[in-house]
């Protein structure tokens, strides 16, 4: 019946076979398969005024996921370079902190993924009013005025700097006419929340250090007390401190001072 | 159109060569890997000079094929990255869209009955594949680059083949093949594959 294959015939028989069989990766039936495909799950306002967002990947799609991340704005259809945060995928999640909002605006988050292929956007969430539940100081002092203690008085702040950031440490200082000058080094970016002083020069985030000269008086404000801090409106603060104890000599003093900064 | 004038000389030469046999196929064209995912798959025939088996178990075979493939999608969401020192890592997004892609290839080689049973056979085949493909597209990455192109590019490569033939009469032969194409395009320069399946009609003069 059939004709006799002999063995060379039989491997070129084989070889064209796993030629013909073996093609190279099928096409995909639907195109968009080979994209990632992600899904933003939810955008929560943060006590301090910031916005956790986070995300959920349902494919990479036909090649690994190579970048992740969010992306905001004003606008309804946020693109990709629109205050773009990239993160690590954390299994099939992934997150970010994003900050900087205005309360009178609406804004809009989206998650994106990209592959060899390309690249692929979430849904959109959308976000009004974001503000930072404001903290209450136990205390109820004049404005920018400070008392480092002692039998020094009460003093008026003739100007307080714009905080700015070095080296990761925001800093600004408060100055007065007839009293101490006060330097504040915050250890991560101002938002609104409780700080708490350090006598370390190079605060931890969530820390303050604060040291003041009064003439021939100077120090530093000892660790633990809280420093309440409420933002007014995009880079100016409410900032609070009502009794806070530092050492001169073996004498211990009490610290207060109540201020917006800049002004 | 030269490259088709080309071709068309070069079969009917090589038909000459090696007798009056013309034989026509159609068949469905199917990318795979990354041709896969930008082009469609798409129904297309082929004008071949093929002889009959009755020579014995070998013989040769010359095509001319023509594939006008269609993008996938209007606008492909391509993108690209920037890292720097100061700004760290910034992923652009970007649009590439083809505007064209047709193909013209000429295909020379020959097949071998695995299967001998006169008037069926059952044959495997190869043949070297070289042509030229007339590409538009344009590709568009935020801030990166922004290219369009068009031209052409040469084309070379091989093709496997899987076939069986029925031999009606002495002229007439019905013929189903499977090819597994490999190609290298110059532009976008890559190595592509693709499949087809086909039937055709050989016919003989003599």
């Not at chain 2, 020959?110 to 001998?116: K, P, Q, V």
């Amino acid at each position: 019946m059939l004709s006799v294959m002999k063995k060379p015939i039989a491997f070129f028989v084989l070889f064209a076979i796993c030629l013909v069989s073996a093609s190279c990766r099928k096409a995909l039936k639907d195109v968009n398969d080979y994209f990632p495909k992600v899904k933003t799950v939810s955008a929560t306002v943060q006590a301090n005024g910031s916005v956790m967002i986070s995300g959920e990947i349902e494919s990479d799609g036909a090649d690994p996921i190579q970048y992740l991340g969010f992306c905001c704005g004003t606008h309804p259809d946020p693109r990709i370079t629109d205050n773009q945060v990239i993160v690590q995928r954390d299994g099939n999640s992934f997150s970010a902190v994003l900050s900087g909002f205005s309360a009178d605006s609406v804004y809009y988050f989206r998650s994106w993924a990209a592959n060899s292929y390309g690249y692929a956007y979430g849904n959109v969430i959308s976000l009004d009013s974001i503000a930072a539940v404001p903290v209450t100081p136990p205390c109820s002092l004049t404005m920018n005025t400070v008392d480092i203690g002692g039998s020094t008085g009460t003093h008026t702040y003739s100007s307080v700097s714009t905080p700015t950031s070095y080296m990761g440490i925001w800093q600004f200082t408060g100055n007065t006419a007839t009293g101490p000058t006060v330097d504040f080094s915050f250890g991560s970016a101002i938002a609104t929340g409780i700080y708490t002083t350090t006598l370390n020069t190079s605060p931890a985030a969530g820390q303050v250090y604060v040291d003041f000269t009064d003439g021939f008086i100077g120090g530093a404000l000892n660790s633990g007390s809280s420093v309440y801090v409420n933002t007014v409106s995009p880079g100016v603060y409410d900032i609070t401190i009502c009794s806070a104890p530092w050492q001169y000599n073996s004498s211990t003093f009490y610290f207060k001072t109540h201020l917006t900064a800049p002004h | 159109m030269r490259y088709l004038l080309f071709t068309m000389a070069l079969l009917l030469l090589l038909c000459r060569v090696s007798r009056a046999q013309i034989g026509l196929r159609v068949f469905n064209y199917r990318p795979t890997g990354e041709l896969g995912f930008v082009m469609k798959p798409l129904f297309s025939a082929e004008l071949s000079c093929i002889a009959p088996f009755e020579d014995g178990r070998w013989r040769t075979q010359f095509s001319l094929t023509y594939l006008r493939l269609k993008p996938r999608m209007d606008t492909f969401p391509v993108y690209g990255v920037v890292s720097s020192g100061s700004t760290g890592t910034t992923v652009y997004p970007g649009t590439q869209s083809f505007q064209k892609y047709s193909i013209v290839q000429l295909s020379g080689g020959g097949d071998f009955a695995f299967i001998d049973k006169d008037p069926f056979y059952v044959f495997a085949g190869a043949d070297i594949v070289v042509g030229g493909a007339s590409v538009e597209y344009t590709s568009q990455v935020q801030t990166i680059k922004d290219e369009s192109y068009s031209g052409g590019g040469i084309l070379a490569g091989f093709r496997f083949r899987l076939g069986a033939e029925y031999d009606v009469n002495d002229q007439v032969g019905i013929i189903a093949s499977a090819n597994r194409n490999y190609l290298f395009i110059s532009e976008p320069a890559g190595l592509y594959g693709a499949n087809d399946y086909g039937i055709g009609l050989r016919y003989s003069f003599h």
